[in-house]
């Protein structure tokens, strides 16, 4: 069973930085697939972003640009870097891992999920 706790989430102006963090409780993270998948209110969970065990990155076109994804495996740590934020970007963004390989970037692709955490852009 992997824990996964999301930190970082807040409230930024358009065009502001933001970058999240997400800390894995198990070894297992270094070889799962790791992904941020976000929310808002009233609709379906969007992938983000993904990064395998080797590195291997995938966008949504939407963050394309403009979202790095990193993972730390001494610290099974994940990351999100988001830069020139926009409002359509506010949502819960969740932290997810998958064992093994990734694969779509699809919310139903992920095993385990954190709590999330809030991003909000506004003026």
């Known amino acids: 069973h992997v824990q996964l706790v999301e930190s970082g989430g807040g409230s930024v102006q358009p065009g502001g930085p933001l970058t999240l963090s997400c800390a894995a409780s198990?070894?297992?993270?270094?070889?799962?697939?790791m992904g941020w998948i976000r929310q808002v209110s009233g609709k379906e969970r969007e992938g983000v972003a993904s990064i395998d065990s080797d590195g291997e990155t995938t966008y949504a076109d939407s963050v394309k640009g403009r979202f790095t994804i990193s993972r730390d495996n001494a610290k099974n740590t994940l990351y999100l870097q988001m830069n020139s934020l926009k409002p359509d970007d506010t949502a819960m963004y969740y932290c997810?891992?998958?064992?093994?390989?990734?694969?779509?970037?699809?919310?139903?692709?992920?095993?385990?999920w954190g709590q999330g955490t809030q991003v909000n852009v506004s003026s």
């Open positions: 997810a891992a998958r064992v093994g390989v990734c694969t779509a970037l699809v919310p139903a692709g992920f095993d385990y």
């Open positions: 198990t070894g297992t993270f270094r070889s799962a697939c």
